[in-house]
Structure formats: C-alpha cells, structure tokens
C-alpha cells in the first residue's frame, strides 16, 4: 500500500544553486537510446563497450585478492589525495611523454590528485575559484556538461568560436580585451579549453596557439592584479589515432613554474569509464582548497580502482590496451569519415579527427537540425540519433549557435552501425536539401 501524499505538505524550498542545475540536455536521447535498442545511436558520447579491459582488470584484482594484507589494503579507504604510488605514476607519464621534468616545469607527485572522474576536478577546481557573477571564458562549441556546472555555479560565461585549430586566439584576445574595457576583469577567474580531439568538434588546439594561450592568461592577470587560470581539460589526450603525426605538448608545457594551468585527464576513456578515475595537476596555489573540497565531497576515490589502475601501468597492460583502443577508434573513425564524403551533401563542413570520439558536421544552413526540426524527426524515423549541435552553445554568451549541424560519436556503435547510420543521415540532408520548404 502507498501511502497518500499529505496535500498540506509544505513545497521544498531548494538552494539557489539547485534552482540553477537543470537536466543535462542530451539526457532524453540517452533515455531515447536505451528504449529504442534498434535505433543507431551516434549521439552517446560512450568508450567502446567491445574494448573495456576485461581482463587485464580481472589480473590485477586477482593479484590484489592474492594476500590478506594488499587486499585490505585496496578494499580500505585510502587518502583524500588518492593513491601515492598511482600518483607517482600520473606525473611520470605527463612529464615523459611530453618531455617535461619535475625541476623543469614545478609539478611531481605532490601536484597530482586523483579524482572520482575528471568531472570532478572540473566541478571542484570551478567550486573553489567560482562566485555567482563571475566570469569564465571558454570556446563555442563547447563541452555542455563543463556548460552545466557552470550554469549551476552562476557564472557568467563569454565564449569564442572554435576553428579547426581550436579556440579562435583573435577571438579570445578581443574578448579579453572587451571584458578589461566592461571593468570586469576582477570578476574574470579561467579560461577553459579542451586541448585535444575536443568534445564535441573533434579538433585540438593548434601547437602554436597554445602558448598563447597561457601569454594571454598571464598578461590579463597583471592588469587584473589576481591570477586568471587555464583550465586544461586533456580528456581525450590518450586516444591520438596514430603515431605517425607529433604529439601535441600539452598547454601545461607551457607553465613551466606550474602557476598558471590546472591540467585535468582521466582513465576513463582510454581504459574504464566504470572505474571512473581521473586526475588533476594542479598549481600549489590551488592545491589545497580543492583538497579541502573534495575532503567535503568523499574524502577520497575509490581506492581498489586507484590500485588497479596503477597495477596494469606497472604491468605494461595498459599501454597495450591503450594501443589496442588507438587502432579500433582509428578504424570507426575512418569509416565514419568515408561516410560523410560519400554520403553527406557536398556543402558539408567538418574536420577530420585525428583523435578522440567525434565528428563534428555541419549542413547547409538551410537544414535545421534542431529537436522537433524536421530532419530530427525524420532521422529518429529512420532509425539514427544524433545530438544536435545547438546544444554545445551556452546562451547568450557571445558566440551565435549553429543550428544545422551535429555531433557524431563513433564511440559505441559498430563500424556496420557507423556506416549505415551515417549512410542514412547523408542521404536524407541530401533528400531535404532537394525539397528546401521540407528542411525548415
Ligand atoms: C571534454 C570532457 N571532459 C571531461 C569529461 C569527463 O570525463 P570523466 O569524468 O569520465 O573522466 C568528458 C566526458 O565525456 C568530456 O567529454
């Protein structure tokens, strides 16, 4: 029996902040997804469930389970920071990878928390630095969960169009130079770029640009007289498509004394979203209180997927995996790529990934791709979602939202998924473009 609901029962009154955080805005396709197990779904933004490590996380649980004494070890709470010897791990790889040493650019272990997800880093790192009104400068279009938190925090948000080399450096200068002008550059606090294979248009930043980038952080927090940060978010920095091209350093590179750039990346992608681990690099001017907030949040993440994760680095396993998961992305992508060129109406703007999880594709202005527009509804008709591109745009933030374009994921479906979703999705910008009163 249920119990009737008192209709005297006062409304809740929420927080302000509450009253700001809305439903992400891609949650109905998900839900859409799940409940229509036929439909072609190149909207969810998942890692390839064919790819997860099964195996090589069976290995090193069973390897932790082998003692008492390590298996209590990884089944205990561990330390707010998280894991030292995966820590160690963290800066290691950044530093060698992208040839940086602690002594030459101020961070090691020390610098390193690990985090449930770099979500987290992202929402404690704009926790600690956001009050309503304050300002944060990112690219259009841009990564909406980043958006979300933003919106719930009550910041005000400028933002600069993206180009095939990332965020436009005219652009940021200009908007820059535009907030000193309004007088609120006291109230400016990051700059947030996603530095590589960037959800959702699949670019990287230029090598150039990103120094710039950091130039430009510096030069600004003079004027303001407080430190304005770059907040990286290296998501997709692991899954680079082939070593054939060079690496793109990292913008960290450029803040050799380690003031400057919060560095985030995560395990998520390129090894297990369900181990949800990421991590933060961050200055020692900010260290603690995101410490302090996450000792708030969970005084810690989960410390037996910290050990596994830092056991498969040890072992070699996952740098294999992380080869293994290369090469399968590579090859979804390419079949993706093949598809919009033979498929997708000529006047098609979009780049070609070199990394990550996306395509970014934009029709003819005259074929909205809006929900409830009608090539929407029609490709949900023919069986294909796909997440439209107005909704990488946060309002009124200065940069127009496009509106006949999509984000395309090559991430979870099959390469025939790919291909015939794709094929579909061509076909019908192509019918709609014929019958222009049908596309609006
Ligand atoms: C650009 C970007 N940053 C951060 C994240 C967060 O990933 P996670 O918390 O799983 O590490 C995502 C997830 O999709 C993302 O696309």
């Given at each position: 029996?249920?119990?009737?609901?008192?209709?005297?029962?006062?409304?809740?009154?929420?927080?302000?902040?509450?009253?700001?955080?809305?439903?992400?805005?891609?949650?109905?396709?998900?839900?859409?997804?799940?409940?229509?197990?036929?439909?072609?779904?190149?909207?969810?933004?998942?890692?390839?469930?064919?790819?997860?490590?099964?195996?090589i996380v069976?290995?090193?649980?069973?390897?932790?389970?082998?003692?008492?004494?390590?298996?209590?070890?990884?089944?205990?709470?561990?330390?707010?920071?998280?894991?030292p010897p995966l820590r160690r791990q963290i800066a290691q790889r950044l530093a060698d990878s992208d040839g940086m040493t602690a002594a030459s650019h101020g961070f090691d272990a020390d610098h390193v928390m690990v985090t449930t997800g770099s979500q987290q880093l992202l929402f404690l790192a704009s926790d600690v630095l956001l009050d309503p009104g304050d300002i944060v400068v990112l690219g259009a279009p841009s990564y909406f969960v980043?958006?979300?938190?933003?919106?719930?925090?009550?910041?005000?948000?400028?933002?600069v169009p993206v180009d095939g080399d990332g965020m436009d450096m005219e652009a940021l200068a200009d908007t820059l130079a535009a907030i000193e002008a309004e007088g609120k550059l006291d109230r400016l606090k990051l700059i947030y770029v996603v530095s590589y294979y960037q959800n959702p248009m699949g670019v990287s930043m230029s090598a150039d640009r990103r120094p710039h980038v950091v130039e430009l952080a510096k030069k600004y927090s003079a004027k303001a007289g407080r430190r304005i940060f770059v907040l990286e978010d290296a998501a997709y920095k692991e899954l680079r498509f082939s070593d054939d091209s060079p690496a793109l350093p990292p913008i960290k590179k450029f803040d050799p004394t380690n003031e400057w750039v919060l560095f985030a990346g995560t395990f998520c992608k390129p090894f297990s979203a369900g181990m949800k681990t990421g991590f933060g690099i961050l200055p020692d001017a900010i260290l603690d209180p995101v410490l302090r907030q996450k000792g708030n949040?969970?005084?810690?993440?989960?410390?037996?997927?910290?050990?596994?994760?830092?056991?498969a680095i040890e072992r070699g396993s996952y740098d294999q995996h992380v080869r293994k998961v290369r090469a399968g992305y590579a090859a979804k992508k390419q079949v993706m790529a093949d598809g919009i060129r033979r498929y997708f109406p000529p006047?098609?703007?979009?780049?070609?990934?070199?990394?990550?999880?996306?395509?970014?594709?934009?029709?003819?202005?005259?074929?909205?791709?809006?929900?409830?527009?009608?090539?929407?509804?029609?490709?949900?008709?023919?069986?294909?979602?796909?997440?439209?591109?107005?909704?990488?745009?946060?309002?009124?933030?200065?940069?127009?939202?496009c509106r006949s374009g999509m984000r395309l994921s090559f991430g979870v479906a099959s390469p025939e998924q790919v291909a015939d979703g794709i094929k579909r999705l061509g076909q019908l910008a192509c019918e709609m473009l014929k019958t222009p009163a049908a596309a609006k």
């Amino acid at each position: 029996m249920t119990a009737s609901r008192n209709t005297q029962t006062p409304a809740v009154r929420f927080s302000q902040r509450a009253g700001r955080t809305h439903e992400p805005p891609i949650s109905w396709l998900m839900k859409y997804a799940l409940d229509h197990p036929d439909c072609i779904s190149l909207a969810a933004g998942f890692v390839d469930a064919a790819t997860l490590p099964v195996q090589i996380v069976k290995e090193c649980v069973d390897e932790l389970m082998a003692s008492p004494a390590s298996g209590r070890a990884a089944l205990q709470y561990g330390t707010t920071i998280g894991y030292p010897p995966l820590r160690r791990q963290i800066a290691q790889r950044l530093a060698d990878s992208d040839g940086m040493t602690a002594a030459s650019h101020g961070f090691d272990a020390d610098h390193v928390m690990v985090t449930t997800g770099s979500q987290q880093l992202l929402f404690l790192a704009s926790d600690v630095l956001l009050d309503p009104g304050d300002i944060v400068v990112l690219g259009a279009p841009s990564y909406f969960v980043y958006m979300g938190i933003l919106q719930s925090m009550g910041a005000v948000v400028r933002s600069v169009p993206v180009d095939g080399d990332g965020m436009d450096m005219e652009a940021l200068a200009d908007t820059l130079a535009a907030i000193e002008a309004e007088g609120k550059l006291d109230r400016l606090k990051l700059i947030y770029v996603v530095s590589y294979y960037q959800n959702p248009m699949g670019v990287s930043m230029s090598a150039d640009r990103r120094p710039h980038v950091v130039e430009l952080a510096k030069k600004y927090s003079a004027k303001a007289g407080r430190r304005i940060f770059v907040l990286e978010d290296a998501a997709y920095k692991e899954l680079r498509f082939s070593d054939d091209s060079p690496a793109l350093p990292p913008i960290k590179k450029f803040d050799p004394t380690n003031e400057w750039v919060l560095f985030a990346g995560t395990f998520c992608k390129p090894f297990s979203a369900g181990m949800k681990t990421g991590f933060g690099i961050l200055p020692d001017a900010i260290l603690d209180p995101v410490l302090r907030q996450k000792g708030n949040h969970d005084f810690g993440s989960a410390n037996l997927n910290q050990m596994v994760i830092s056991r498969a680095i040890e072992r070699g396993s996952y740098d294999q995996h992380v080869r293994k998961v290369r090469a399968g992305y590579a090859a979804k992508k390419q079949v993706m790529a093949d598809g919009i060129r033979r498929y997708f109406p000529p006047q098609t703007k979009w780049h070609d990934p070199a990394g990550g999880l996306y395509i970014w594709a934009e029709l003819p202005e005259s074929v909205c791709t809006s929900p409830g527009s009608p090539y929407f509804k029609a490709a949900l008709e023919r069986g294909v979602l796909y997440v439209p591109s107005e909704h990488f745009y946060y309002p009124d933030s200065g940069s127009p939202a496009c509106r006949s374009g999509m984000r395309l994921s090559f991430g979870v479906a099959s390469p025939e998924q790919v291909a015939d979703g794709i094929k579909r999705l061509g076909q019908l910008a192509c019918e709609m473009l014929k019958t222009p009163a049908a596309a609006k």
